[in-house]
């Protein structure tokens, strides 16, 4: 299984980006995905999750100018960020809970991150 995130960049502050996040391979079924961010020095923090029917939750530094969906046929979820700051900047992580064919358990597996950064 690979998760191949994109979108990430360089981008004023008040800007907008676009993350994507596309899961491939040996796959039955998707459960929650996820996006996290991991700044410099920090802790890695829970951005933005969504659940297979939609339902969605967000971090407070978020809330609000953030949005999180997925196309549960293309297997990606997205992440809409608008209104960017400074201290949005961070190395941007994918992740799902996936069930493969062949075995019996749900699996956590994690894309390789997309750069965002937020200056003038």
């Known amino acids: 299984v690979q998760l191949q995130a994109s979108g990430g960049g360089l981008v004023q502050p008040g800007g907008s980006l676009r993350l994507s996040c596309a899961a491939s391979?040996?796959?039955?079924?998707?459960?929650?995905m996820r996006w996290y961010r991991q700044a410099p020095g920090k802790q890695r923090e829970l951005v933005a999750s969504?659940?297979?029917?939609?339902?969605?939750t967000y971090g407070d530094s978020v809330k609000g100018r953030f949005t999180i969906s997925r196309d549960n046929a293309k297997k990606t979820v997205y992440l809409q960020m608008n209104s960017l700051k400074p201290e949005d900047t961070a190395v941007y992580l994918c992740?799902?809970?996936?069930?493969?064919?062949?075995?019996?358990?749900?699996?956590?597996?994690w894309g390789q991150g997309t750069l965002v950064t937020v200056s003038s």
């Open positions: 391979g040996n796959i039955f079924a998707i459960n929650d």
């Open positions: 992740n799902a809970a996936i069930f493969q064919h062949g075995t019996r358990m749900w699996s956590d597996f």
């Open positions: 969504i659940a297979v029917g939609g339902a969605a």
